[in-house]
């Protein structure tokens, strides 16, 4: 089976940037995505990797680690709306099959 | 573009009754539609994957018989909960994908269900 840890809480203030990171371990890994879910509200889509390095998205980031079966978000200039759930979710086992991460809440704070 | 929707956005059913979702890609044709089921400050958790004109791929651990999924054409996919009970009550959300690629996926905005 796939397993995927992330940090349960970050906070950070506004205008700074943040980290979130998210550790898993896969069989028959393809990539790694990143969702943003607001309360009650769907998950949106905001990157994913296939390959090692840095992919950049405005003010998000996100980087891969396939050695270290490692990657991370970056959000840079934080602001309050950017308080949200992240979740990074594994493109393995399987084409199709994704698995969501247990998800980290942001909060931005003033 | 992308845009995926579901209808009922909630739900209030009593035990024993079914309850149907519908799950329409509004915008692309989605050969591939995914169900998942989350609860309270909890993850997404994959219940099924569905492919057009095919049977879905439940997960482990889902039944197939209570959990029904039907996707009948490349833009609707409906999940209907058989004879729910209370622990049936969960925020389902449906997600479609134009390429059957699972990396990017379009989510609609979540069913609430609450059985009584």
């Known amino acids: 089976g796939q397993s995927l840890e992330q940090p349960s809480e970050v906070t950070a203030v506004e205008g700074a940037i943040v980290q979130i990171n998210c550790t898993y371990q896969t069989s028959g890994f393809y990539g790694l995505s990143w969702y943003q879910q607001h309360d009650g509200g769907a998950p949106t889509f905001l990157s994913y990797?296939?390959?090692?390095g840095l992919e950049e998205t405005g003010r998000f980031s996100s980087f891969l680690s396939r050695s270290d079966s490692y990657g991370y978000l970056l959000l840079q200039e934080l602001q309050m709306k950017d308080s949200a759930s992240y979740f990074c979710a594994v493109r393995a086992g399987g084409y199709q099959k994704v698995t969501f991460g247990t998800g980290t809440k942001l909060q931005v704070i003033p | 573009g992308a845009v995926v929707s579901q209808h009922p956005s909630w739900v209030i059913c009593k035990s024993g009754t079914s309850v149907k979702i519908e799950c329409r890609s509004l915008?692309?044709?989605?050969?591939?539609m995914f169900w998942y089921r989350q609860f309270p400050k909890q993850s997404l958790m994959l219940m099924a994957t569905s492919n057009e004109g095919s049977k879905a791929t439940y997960e482990q651990g889902v039944e197939k018989d209570k959990f029904l999924i039907n996707h009948a054409s490349l833009t609707l996919s409906t999940l209907t909960v058989t004879s729910a009970h209370p622990e049936d009550s969960s925020f389902y959300i449906c997600?479609?994908?134009?390429?059957?690629?699972?990396?990017?996926?379009?989510f609609g905005p979540g069913t609430r269900l609450t059985v009584t």
């Open positions: 997600s479609a994908s134009s390429s059957g690629v699972a990396y990017e996926q379009y």
């Open positions: 915008d692309f044709q989605a050969t591939t």
């Open positions: 990797n296939a390959l090692d």
